[in-house]
T-cell receptor, first 115, second 112 residues
Framework: GAVVSQHPSRVICKSGTSVKIECRSLDFQATTMFWYRQFPKQSLMLMATSNEGSKATYEQGVEKDKFLINHASLTLSTLTVTSAHPEDSSFYICSAIMGSQETQYFGPGTRLLVL | QQQVKQSPQSLIVQKGGISIINCAYENTAFDYFPWYQQFPGKGPALLIAIRPDVSEKKEGRFTISFNKSAKQFSLHIMDSQPGDSATYFC???????????FGKGTLLTVNP
């Protein structure tokens, strides 16, 4: 149980285009989902926290107009990278928790390459 | 300010040996300490977690030792196997906001 999926697993796009990444909790309802960014050989950096039906809370330094997060249901959160540039190329990972449990279940990640 | 310090950055162990990774935290409000294992190109997977009211927790070959007074905790991997080769992250969480603070990670290589 507690499976989180992401789609797509990897995406290549041209500079200036927008890319949407989906995060789904497959077998539980996720009250809260998190979006992380990870550069090669580095740790995970929290970008934002999203709760179903409410606006996402962004970490300091993360541009909310560039990284649009929508948590439309208890099983789906989306991250849209708007007007992507090469510096946005990274590994994006989502995680989800159920109820008031502390355990975060992570998705497999999405590799974004902006040309 | 790095709230969770992890060491070593990399570790090489022979098959069958013990791998030890250490973490130290500063914020005494942290009340949940998980360890995650991450293989290249994959998301992190929860290995084992501990709360500060317990000094040790063991699950199979993985053991967390926790020293509340020193604000330190460590992961021990007994009988290390080549399949354990991965990056390990310690983390800490303050239950009220569910945000994980990660260490910088340890790249473990287990030689056959």
């Amino acid at each position: 149980g507690a499976v989180v999926s992401q789609h797509p697993s990897r995406v290549i796009c041209k500079s200036g285009t927008s890319v949407k990444i989906e995060c789904r909790s497959l077998d539980f309802q996720a009250t809260t989902m998190f979006w992380y960014r990870q550069f090669p050989k580095q740790s995970l950096m929290l970008m934002a926290t999203s709760n179903e039906g409410s606006k996402a809370t962004y970490e300091q330094g993360v541009e909310k107009d560039k990284f649009l997060i929508n948590h439309a249901s208890l099983t789906l959160s989306t991250l849209t990278v708007t007007s992507a540039h090469p510096e946005d190329s990274s590994f994006y990972i989502c995680s989800a928790i159920m109820g008031s449990q502390e355990t975060q279940y992570f998705g497999p990640g999405t590799r974004l390459l902006v040309l | 300010q790095q709230q969770v310090k992890q060491s070593p950055q990399s570790l090489i162990v022979q098959k069958g040996g013990i791998s030890i990774i250490n973490c130290a935290y500063e914020n005494t409000a942290f009340d949940y300490f998980p360890w995650y294992q991450q293989f290249p190109g994959k998301g992190p997977a929860l290995l084992i977690a501990i709360r500060p009211d317990v000094s040790e927790k063991k699950e199979g070959r993985f053991t967390i030792s926790f020293n509340k007074s020193a604000k330190q905790f460590s992961l021990h991997i007994m009988d290390s196997q080549p399949g354990d080769s991965a990056t390990y992250f310690c983390a800490a969480l303050r239950g009220s906001n569910y945000k994980l603070t990660f260490g910088k990670g340890t790249l473990l290589t287990v030689n056959p």
